[in-house]
């Protein structure tokens, strides 16, 4: 959530960077600020009218100690409005805040400069291409078919079970899926981040934190009966740890990652693209998450992004890295880097993670502050990345290694899969 006073005090820039995602609703700036403005105004009659409050009360106090009953009693009825004054200026205020908040979720964070304007996927930016396409057998086969081939997922298992988008994995298909786990997380934390194990299900509160509530409610499981939300990804959870917590500057950057199901609704997907593993409601992921001081967040962000990389590197996968534009980054990132495995068999690029640095936006929500060595609090800068989303990784895997004797497993995972080959 933007801040009020970096948006009144910084009007045009905001409206600007607003304009590099297209954003459709640039009026919510000047209705914010206007408010704001009525807002301060109704602050400072509360306030002064409840000091006048305060300075009579201390008066007849006075008075009555003194024995000056009369006196008290005429300054008490010259005051008898304040407390009526007061109440009515309090309910105009709290009527003005929540009008305040509810246009100010409806801001986007506000992208960072190096970010370019833009709509959809066709206007980001390739950053670098690393490796080349792996030289497939003719007739090769995308994963769904590889899948029903070596009976490692079964799709239709996971329909009669659940519905559409909650595969099954079988056999070496699940101890894959293990393997890339465990290789993840062993991984994130050789290279500093924290292990945690954290819940599955969050409060609404969770979800406004990071940014999930109010925007993305409608894709997103929830239970009713409770009003928890199935978690769409660890960052939610793990980043939550900090909600109202005063750090230390000396204690940043915290590295945290974890390994969680993740629950997506995926409303509206459709079509060849979503077929087999590129699209599920139900799939495994490690995220890393990091809180940082807002100097070194940039740097961090750069620092995150190689680390995804040298994920892919070690298992041998083409890819390539996109600087996401405005209009197609997500509504609390100031900037994303997406990576993208080539597919060969599909003849397409697949996400496999995005790793976003998400400046004060959430930590404004959550109110996640570190105390400088000055002593002044401030918000500080959270982050976070996929390290990585199994399912394209899995069919990345089963595409780019198959061969006319089966498939081949990566040889960094050999020794957490305990076989060499899918046959």
Known sequence: ?????????????????????????????????????????????????????????KQIGELMRNGKKDEAEAIKT?????????????????????????????????????????????????????GEPSALPTNALPHWELAAKYDIIDFELGVKITGAGFPVYKGKGARLQRALINFFLDHATAAGYKEMQVPHLVNAASGFGTGQLPDKEGQMYHSTVDDLYLIPTAEVPVTNLYRDVILKEEDLPIKNTAYTPCFRREAGSYGAHVRGLNRLHQFDKVEVVQIAHPDQSYQILEDMSAYVQSLLQALGLHYRVLRLCGGDMGFTAAMTYDMEVWSAAQQRWLEVSS?????????????????????KTQLAHTLNGSALALPRIVASILENYQTENGIVIPEVLRKYTGFDVID
């Open 1 to 57: 959530m933007l801040q009020v006073n970096y948006i009144r005090e910084n009007r045009e820039k905001v409206l600007e960077r607003l304009a590099v995602r297209n954003f459709k609703q640039p009026e919510l700036v000047d209705q914010i600020i206007s408010i704001d403005e009525d807002r301060r105004q109704t602050q400072t009659s509360l306030d002064n009218l409840s000091a006048e409050a305060n300075a009579a009360a």
């Open 78 to 130: 010259q005051t008898s409005a304040h407390k009526e004054s007061i109440k009515k200026l309090g309910d105009q205020l709290t009527e003005l805040e929540e009008q305040q908040y509810q246009l100010i979720v409806q801001l986007p964070n506000l992208p960072y400069h190096l970010v370019k304007t833009g709509s959809t996927a066709d206007d980001n930016e390739i950053v670098l291409t690393h």
């Open 355 to 375: 790793v976003s640095n998400f400046e004060t936006y959430q930590s404004n929500r959550l109110k996640l502050r570190f105390k400088g060595k000055e002593g």
